[in-house]
RNA sequence: GUGGGCGUAGCUCAACCUGGUUAGAGCUCCAGAUUGUGGAUCUGGAGGUUGUGGGUUCAAAUCCCAUCGUCCACCCCA
């Protein structure tokens, strides 16, 4: 094969679209239920929007990015996540306002150089929210309630939330301290990693999977007992109010979160049918990121949603999905060159009168039109050969029932439309 | 970036371990049985540079190396 598609990206095939205009036209339904409003932004940005946003030393920005420049020499990357895009296009486009809170969607392809694997490639899909102006926990928890309402609505069960809270400004350099003097003693015998985390960004040793290092974090401080006053009751807050929504969550005092911008609230929702990648939705609140950008101080949250995940789930939970491919109502079946201009002419009224059609182009036997017709599920064919353009009719041929009548040629529209 | 599994017809796979005529089967597709009627059945047919490149050998789908791809896991995340 001389062209293949690029390591780590799919085609979407007919078979499959269905399935994702499914969960597309769910996830726009619900974020505008909840009154979120669409925003699409470039699929490339300047490099440093990331860079700074993300953080220098994560995994995102230092391994996963796919940047180049372009023929004038600026630095261009592609989107590995699209919290920082919106930002950068809500701020210049004044979108974000005192006393204003702004409610945005989007849905759109990302970009991250990784490798492969079970619910992971390197361009994938999201379908997300963020929103601008206030840091009332209440919106937190409209969040994670909206992407439980789009699990739900999708019929995807068996989620977990796991929630955290990472702390502000004022609280996290005080919990990087208390981390530092914990593991000092300890991170010579703990893995290369955490190692080097420990340098760059101690918090991400809590995330260690390593059994070895597991020993000594459970015992290190967790980052709510050390929680300024603020993020704590924002914090018990945002428990309360998922608990009236009766939504199930676990705190996760490990949960941290592979972006920088993140304070406060972190959550993932994890599903138990994926794999080793198995969140199939993650978020939390950044409070800082728009003043950091330069535009007024905002508080801020957002999640995004894995769609390539959701697609696996929603696959492997229904047994035998039907692929629902719209079929034609109408297959004109032609023998002959005359019958076949009639056949095209018919055709292109029946689609004029919104009755999808098709019809044979390959000259095939009636036969074998008949037999395409029936692959195609068509509901009806319409049969046109010698005898009947003599007596100025056609054969109208209910698929389902077997049955078939003659009708004359414009007579067999209304027929369908009927 | 690291480790392991796998690349054979459009699809799912067999033959590989133990090298040996013309690389098989099911499904799909096409034709016929049915001179102009789909689904079921039967008969026939088409379809392959065995991922690619090199090596070993009288002989390679089979053994070895490389490379690309894919899958799974680590890391990390959606």
């Known amino acids: 094969m001389k062209y293949t ?41 300047q490099t440093e929007l990331f860079t700074r946003s993300i953080g220098q030393t994560t995994d995102i920005v230092s391994k996963e990015m796919y940047t180049f420049l372009d023929r004038k020499g600026r630095s261009l990357t592609l989107r ?16 974000i306002q005192k006393d204003k809170l702004t409610k945005l969607y989007y849905i759109g392809p990302m970009f991250r ?15 997300g929210i963020e929103v601008f102006g206030s840091d009332n926990p ?11 309402q789009i699990f739900n609505r999708l019929g995807i069960s068996n989620l977990e939330v796991d929630l955290n809270s990472v702390g502000c400004n004022k609280c996290r350099p005080e919990y ?5 003097s914990f593991f000092k003693d300890k991170i010579k015998s703990m893995c290369e990693d955490c190692q080097k985390r420990f340098e760059t960004n101690p918090l991400r040793i809590l995330d260690c999977k390593e059994p070895n290092c597991q020993k000594f974090i459970e015992k290190a401080p967790a980052i709510k007992d050390i929680l300024c006053p603020e993020c704590k009751t924002h914090f ?18 490990r949960l941290v979160r592979g972006l ?63 692929p629902s491919k719209q079929a034609p109502s109408l297959y004109v079946a032609t023998m002959g060159d005359e019958a076949e201009k009639i056949g095209f002419e018919l055709v292109s009224k029946a689609r004029g009168a919104g009755i999808s059609a098709d019809m044979d182009y390959l000259r095939k036997s009636l036969k074998a039109q008949m037999k395409t017709a029936d692959n195609e599920k068509a509901k ?39």
């Open 80 to 95: 590995p996540e699209e919290t920082a895009p919106v930002v950068r296009a809500a701020i210049e486009n004044n979108l």
């Open 176 to 180: 990087f301290i208390r981390i530092k």
């Open 138 to 148: 209440a919106i937190d928890v409209e969040g994670i309630s909206l992407a439980m």
């Open 113 to 127: 150089y990784e490798r492969p694997q079970m619910g992971r490639q390197r361009q994938f899909h999201q379908a």
């Open 380 to 418: 009806y064919v319409l049969i046109i050969g010698d005898d009947e353009i003599k007596k100025n009719k056609a054969i109208l041929k209910n698929m389902q029932t077997g049955g078939q009548e003659e009708i004359a040629f414009d007579e067999a529209l209304h027929r369908l439309t009927s």
């Open 5 to 45: 598609a690029p390591r780590g990206t799919k085609d979407i095939l007919p078979d499959e679209t269905s399935v994702w205009q499914g969960i597309e036209k769910t996830c726009r339904k619900l974020f505008e239920l909840y009154n979120y409003s669409e925003i699409r932004t470039p699929v490339f940005e």
């Open 236 to 253: 018990e807050k945002v428990i309360t109010g998922l608990e009236s929504l009766k939504i199930k969550y676990k705190v996760n005092n």
């Open 260 to 322: 920088d911008y993140y304070t406060c609230t972190a959550f993932e929702i994890v599903s138990g049918q994926l794999g080793a990648q198995n969140a199939v939705c993650g978020g939390g609140r950044y409070d800082t990121l728009v003043e950091e950008f330069g535009g007024p101080k905002t508080a801020a949250f957002g999640f995004a949603i894995g769609l390539e995940r959701v697609v696996e789930i929603i696959k492997s939970t229904k047994s035998n999905n039907q």
